[in-house]
């Protein structure tokens, strides 16, 4: 029996490797798909002045909180008072009690906001802004920044945590308030 050394495995890991390498590889929408997708998107665009009542831009404001949660959803806990602060319980009422589930937990805020920003979910086991957001994509900063909204990202963590720096001017935001902005004193 020949016995097993690193030397054999050399080739096993590379062909492992290799492998795991094409089955990670994104294949490429087809282009005829893609313009027809895009076509019947921007077919439901109104066109400017069809609108029946004059359109006013209004403040955007969009706060993704990953790992917040309403503890009142705790029955047994019995808090003598409520655990949210009153105005954020009353902007939320006015919302109609809204939910949304986070896709991920514990560290993946970066592909909640990638969703959350441009409607699609990712569907890796990875950042999205890490190595796959390499070029300009048409996600909703980029598109209100066309009708002549300013956009402005705001991150506690450090800039480049993610590669938000550039995710974040690839997906159109003008302003990126960095963590020294979150600092006090």
């Known amino acids: 029996m020949k016995e097993w050394s690193l030397q054999n495995a050399r080739p096993l890991y590379s062909l492992q490797e290799s492998a795991r390498f094409f089955a990670l590889a994104d294949i490429p929408?087809?282009?005829?798909?893609?313009?027809?997708?895009?076509?019947?998107?921007?077919?439901?665009?109104?066109?400017?002045?069809?609108?029946?009542?004059p359109f006013?831009?209004?403040?955007?404001?969009?706060?993704?909180?990953?790992?917040?949660?309403?503890?009142?959803?705790?029955?047994?806990?019995h808090y003598k008072r409520n655990p949210l602060a009153p105005d954020f319980r009353k902007l939320w009422k006015s919302a109609g009690y809204s939910h949304a589930l986070a896709p991920v937990f514990g560290c993946y805020t970066a592909n909640s906001e990638?969703?959350?920003?441009?409607?699609?979910?990712?569907?890796?086991?990875?950042?999205?802004?890490?190595?796959?957001?390499?070029?300009v994509v048409p996600c909703l900063p980029h598109i209100l920044a066309d009708k002549g909204y300013r956009t402005v990202v705001s991150h506690p963590n450090v800039p480049v945590f993610w590669n938000r720096t550039n995710a974040y001017r690839n997906l159109g935001f003008q302003t990126y308030m960095v963590d020294s902005g979150f600092r006090t004193g």
């Open 114 to 135: 990638f969703e959350v920003l441009c409607g699609f979910p990712v569907t890796k086991d990875n950042v999205k802004f890490e190595r796959q957001l390499l070029n």
């Open 29 to 53: 929408p087809d282009p005829d798909d893609a313009q027809i997708a895009a076509d019947n998107l921007l077919s439901a665009v109104p066109t400017p002045g069809s609108e029946s009542k």
């Open 56 to 77: 006013t831009p209004r403040n955007i404001h969009i706060v993704l909180l990953e790992s917040f949660w309403d503890p009142s959803e705790l029955k047994k806990a």
